[in-house]
């Protein structure tokens, strides 16, 4: 598996547990476990944007 492959596997699996965890906190985006998820996922979403330049 190469590096951009692997990124892209782990936005998966992050964007399914943002969905998870903003459905347990009813979707307060505001919350600080939503807050957290969201900012790992936006990290590899630059990351991939990087990688494809």
């Given at each position: 598996?190469?590096?951009l492959?692997g990124?892209?596997?782990e936005i998966?699996?992050l ?8 459905k347990i ?9 939503v807050l957290?998820i ?10 991939v944007?990087r990688y494809?330049r």
């Amino acid at each position: 598996m190469n590096h951009l492959t692997g990124l892209q596997v782990e936005i998966d699996l992050l964007k399914k547990q943002l969905l998870r965890t903003a459905k347990i906190y009813e979707f307060n985006f505001g919350h600080p476990q939503v807050l957290e998820i969201s900012q790992q996922l936006d990290q590899l979403i630059v990351k991939v944007m990087r990688y494809s330049r």
